[in-house]
């Protein structure tokens, strides 16, 4: 648990470092312009029940992504061609955008604060579930 807390302080601390001062402080995740998100924290979870803390990694899932809601792409930034998901649904309610799509027999919902980048999201596939926290700030 310390190891997990650890590298989400490293990740999170790795992603504030890519936002220049005058982009986080105009805080506008709004979709507006691409953004880098890291997924600190993963939660993976089975139809038995029973649910583990997990890295991205360990689940074959990306850390860093480049959301891309104009271009409607998310892009994983660890892979050696860069592999990209298409956004199927972009949608803005109550402060919050909602990202939705599909890859490999899977569906995922992304929701980023637009004020404060904070992201979360679920990826469900048959028999398992995984439900992501992070952060995202502009390039």
Not at 86 to 104: A, C, Y
Not at 107 to 116: K, M, N, Q, S
């Amino acid at each position: 648990m310390k190891l997990l807390a650890a590298m989400g302080a490293v990740l999170s601390a790795a992603v504030m470092c890519l936002a220049p001062p005058q982009a986080a402080a105009a805080g506008k995740y709004d979709g507006s312009a691409p953004m880098i998100c890291g997924a600190m924290m993963v939660t993976e979870c089975g139809a038995d029940g029973k649910c583990l803390y997990r890295t991205a990694e360990d689940v074959n899932l990306p850390a860093l992504l480049r959301v891309d809601a104009k271009a409607m792409k998310i892009r994983n930034l660890e892979a050696a061609k860069g592999r990209e998901s298409p956004i199927k649904n972009v949608e803005h309610m109550n402060g919050k955008m909602l990202l939705q799509g599909t890859e490999s027999d899977r569906g995922w919902t992304v929701v980023i604060h637009e004020d404060t980048g904070k992201m979360s999201g679920t990826v469900s596939a048959d028999g398992e579930g995984f439900v992501i926290f992070g952060q995202c700030a502009l390039p």
